[in-house]
């Protein structure tokens, strides 16, 4: 992506460059994109050169290839001075710190000729442009315009939100889990709805719909438990619904379920920080 200032705005030229590991990706690519071939440039296992031709840098690879990737010989020079947005799962703009310049290196060592980090996480609705993309607060400020196109090139998919860094790993969760938790609820609802004589495509859009309204009663305010309270009446149908929900403690086990998988998301930080130490280590 190039970059100008007009009159004290961005004017952003978008040119993109895909980076992939095999050839059948690279056709693919080729195949998906074939009416934007003057402004995608589809690199074959040539990373550094990829880099080398960007300002902004997307890491999107399997976690467990981002140390292959970051410490290429020469890939540090070549990310110099330019912003790496980090979307990948399970490791933080720290562990990219230590990969690219070293545990050893301090904040402010050679600080003039670093990348830019961001963490960021999209959700799956980024496929429709309506993900909830979270984004880790950065240690240190970014300069305005990296601060700028970082929010440009994550609204281009939906609604951003930063969290402080200490949050990342529940705000990661949240964002990342909630559509298949969701997902879960809603198809026992539609095989309710069905089994009382819904077809299932009908049960699914009055359900999605309805929690389309519901998300946009709580973006406008309204708390869940104002929501719940809204709706029920003493003694009626939705109260008779929760009832069923309360005596199975399902708010509990869904509570449950989030603390067990905020946890994980710690212990796999861990497993993939020795996972590129033992790489790292196999370089030097």
Wanted: proline share 3%; charged share 15%; glycine share 8%.
């Amino acid at each position: 992506m190039s970059v100008t200032q007009t009159n004290g705005g961005l004017t952003l030229a978008v040119l993109g460059c895909a980076c992939v590991s095999s050839i059948e990706s690279a056709q693919r690519l080729e195949n998906q994109f074939s009416d934007h071939t003057g402004s995608l440039t589809v690199f074959h296992g040539r990373n550094l050169d990829a880099v080398r031709a960007s300002d902004i840098i997307l890491l999107s690879c399997e976690t467990k290839k981002v140390t292959e990737v970051l410490a290429e010989e020469n890939m540090r020079l070549a990310l110099e001075g330019k912003l790496l947005l980090n979307i990948c799962a399970g490791i933080s703009a720290q562990q990219l710190e230590n990969i690219i310049y070293g545990p050893a290196a301090g904040s402010e060592d050679g600080a003039n000729t670093r990348c830019f980090i961001v963490h960021a996480q999209p959700n799956t609705a980024s496929r429709i442009r309506q993900s909830t993309t979270i984004i880790s607060t950065p240690a240190s400020p970014l300069p305005q315009e990296l601060f700028d196109l970082t929010n440009w090139v994550f609204q281009c998919i939906g609604t951003v939100i930063y969290v402080p860094l200490n949050a990342m790993d529940s705000a990661t969760v949240l964002c990342g889990a909630t559509p298949a938790v969701l997902s879960l609820l809603l198809e026992g609802m539609v095989d309710a709805g069905v089994e009382k004589g819904l077809n299932r495509t009908q049960a699914i859009s009055i359900l999605a719909h309805s929690m389309r309204g519901t998300a946009d009663l709580l973006i406008n305010g309204q708390d869940p438990a104002s929501v719940i309270e809204s709706v029920t009446t003493p003694g009626g149908i939705t109260a008779k619904g929760l009832s069923v929900l309360h005596n199975a403690q399902v708010g509990e086990t869904i509570a449950d379920a989030f603390t067990q998988a905020i946890t994980m998301v710690g212990q796999v930080k861990g497993i993939i920080a020795k996972q590129n130490q033992q790489i790292l280590d196999q370089k030097q």
